[in-house]
């Protein structure tokens, strides 16, 4: 179908474009900082349940952060390189290629993952186990689906509205604390918890937890609530670019309004 | 439907004020234009004529604000997924392409852009590179590229999706004279392939000498259209003789005639030209100098830079 087709080839132009500039992903190289420290102190606390999270947050820190940063900014980018009214005159929907751009980076960002485990491991010398390979494989997979659905809206919705971007940079870590990064959600004050709860990263983080955990009860409709989340990020997001591209061919000019 | 390649009517585009551009602008006011299938038409017309403007319509990448615009039978609006399919843009500037990535992988990333599937893709994109003379470059980075360079490859992205109507705006703007040949000796083979092109450009002998067809637009309203054969007779600016002369006596004569307009000197020494004050007077003009025993002699019609300089005025810089 064409459409894969121009999502594959929007996300090999990423990575084409990312070994050009490795700057963009610096997240790689700060990450592994950003887990030794989150190990070091919960190694001294000892308490094996707030282990995992020394783990994993900061590679889902560093998710957020590069979908966050690369993914909001894609189609202003495109606006600079006067590539994207090339786009839009093309057969093919501006959306597209935004999620497959956006695609890359989630899943070069998702190495984070791999070297957060790696420096548990063989720098700490901490027992990671992973109880139920299948719940992490498949919280793994459906979270960066739902971290590319994310940031599709974003990508579109910074572009909306002027007013959004000038929360990009505010929109870190409060979300870590309503993602259930550092603290699980079940830790905020009870008012706060139905907030957390319409974002993805709050289901994804307790189930990372669950799949560590011995007992890791109602997994499936967890990961369901992640897939439906991201889902309708994805869809949200292509709506948005759309109204983008309307813009663009009303004004001449994708200049916030 | 129609068999035009192009049909244009009543089109206007108004930029609406906005933050940084607090005056509304209108950029096209009503034009028509029509443009025949397997020809090159050429737009002529100062800066902030509005030619871009009506490319971007074209090309589907601006609304118009009022009025229609058809493209290979497809309205511009209605039908813009038919008339993308169908059409290629090439806009003469250094940006455009994804600067930080080869040659090649910009074609690639376009071909798939266009619904070709990779085997296809692969394959338009090597011809297409060998065609614009960049094999050589193919695996250099955009931004290594000289503008020349970058511009065959912005031919190449426009071609990519091997489109019935092609649309340059300014595409040899920075070419060097050979490269200049080079394209309008591409273009002759692209329009020999049944291709049709609309021409925006700023170079007169460059639009007489490709083009079967001109329209000069300024400040978004249609001056003329006509073909380039016929363009100095579309005025009513004067014929002219050109011819050698050894004395002044038949200069005083002819300025004496109320046969001419004025007699000038050209750029070779004892050649002179002569501009008739209407065609009737000029076969009498011809035959005065005979008379005179004068017998180098040449007729010609205004050149497409002189109805265009008569057509748009001495502006200057004033836009
Ligand atoms: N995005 C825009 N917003 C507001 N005004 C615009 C915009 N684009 C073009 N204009 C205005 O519309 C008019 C026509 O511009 P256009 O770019 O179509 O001219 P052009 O004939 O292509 O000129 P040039 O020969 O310099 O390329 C100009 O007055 C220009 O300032
Ligand atoms: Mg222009």
């Known amino acids: 179908m064409n459409i894969l087709r121009v999502i594959a080839a929007s996300c090999r132009m990423q990575v084409a474009e990312t070994r050009r500039v490795p700057a963009q992903m610096l997240i790689l190289a700060t990450s592994p900082l950003f887990a030794a420290m989150f190990l070091s102190v919960m190694k001294r606390n000892g308490d094996p349940t707030v282990l995992t999270n020394a783990v994993f947050a900061p590679a889902l820190i560093s998710l957020w952060f590069m979908s966050l940063d690369l993914g909001g900014g894609m189609i202003s980018n495109e606006r600079w390189q006067a590539t994207l009214e090339g786009l839009i005159g093309s057969p093919s929907r501006l959306g597209a290629v935004v999620f497959g751009r956006i695609i890359a980076v989630v899943g070069l960002a998702a190495l984070t993952f791999v070297e957060s485990y790696v420096m548990a491991r063989l720098v700490f010398r901490m027992d990671v186990r992973i109880v139920h390979p299948l719940v992490f494989v498949l919280t793994l997979v459906v979270t960066l689906f739902a971290m590319a659905g994310t940031a599709t809206a974003l990508a579109g919705l910074f572009v909306l509205s002027r007013n959004v971007l000038l929360f990009q940079n505010s929109m870190t870590y409060p979300f870590y604390i309503l993602g259930g990064v550092l603290v699980p959600v079940s830790l905020l004050p009870f008012w706060a918890q139905p907030v957390t709860r319409v974002f993805f990263l709050s289901w994804s983080s307790d189930l990372v937890r669950a799949s560590m955990r011995t007992d890791a009860p109602g997994w499936a409709w967890q990961l369901a609530v992640v897939a439906v989340l991201g889902a309708a990020g994805l869809v949200g997001g292509l709506v948005l670019i759309e109204r983008v591209v309307r813009r663009v061919t009303a004004t001449g000019s994708a200049a916030m309004a | ?319």
């Not at chain 2, 360079?149 to 649309?167: C, K, N, T, Y």
């Not at chain 2, 300014?170 to 490269?179: H, K, N, R, S």
């Not at chain 2, 003329?224 to 579309?234: A, E, H, I, P």
């Open chain 2, 1 to 319: 439907m129609t068999d035009l390649a192009v049909e244009v009517r009543g089109l206007r585009r108004v930029y609406q004020a906005r933050r940084g551009a607090p005056e509304a602008r209108t950029a096209l006011d009503g034009i028509d234009l029509d443009v025949v299938p397997g020809q090159i038409h050429g737009l002529l017309g100062p800066n902030g004529a509005g030619k871009t403007t009506l490319v971007k319509i074209l090309s589907t990448v601006l609304l118009p604000t009022e009025g229609t615009a058809r493209v290979l039978g497809y309205d511009v609006v209605e039908h813009r997924q038919d008339v993308r399919t169908r059409i290629g843009t090439v806009f003469g500037s250094e940006r455009g392409l994804y600067a930080r990535v080869s040659v090649r992988r910009n074609l690639l990333f376009w071909a798939s852009l266009y619904g070709l599937s990779g085997r296809v893709g692969r394959h338009r994109t090597e011809q297409l590179i060998e065609r614009v003379g960049l094999a050589e470059r193919a695996d250099d980075r955009v931004e290594e590229l000289s503008k020349g360079m970058v511009q065959r490859v912005h031919l190449a992205r426009g071609l990519i999706g091997d489109p019935r109507m092609v649309f340059l705006d300014e595409p040899t703007t920075g070419l060097d004279p050979v490269a200049a040949l080079d394209f309008r000796a591409l273009l002759g083979e692209l329009l020999a392939e049944g291709r049709t092109f609309l021409l925006t450009t700023h170079d007169l002998d460059e639009a007489a000498a490709l083009c079967a067809e001109v329209t000069v637009i300024d400040r978004g309203t249609l001056l003329m259209t006509s073909n380039v054969r016929d363009v100095g007779r579309r005025l009513a600016a004067p014929d002219r003789v050109d011819f050698d002369a050894e004395d002044n006596m038949v200069l005083e004569k002819l300025r004496g005639s109320g046969l001419v307009n004025g007699v000038s000197e050209l750029d070779k020494p004892g050649r002179y030209r002569a501009e008739a004050t209407s065609k009737e007077s000029l076969t009498s003009v011809i035959r005065l100098l005979a008379d005179e025993g004068i017998t180098s002699l040449s007729t010609s019609p205004p050149t497409l830079e002189e109805v265009y300089l008569q057509l748009v005025g001495d502006r200057g810089m004033a836009v």
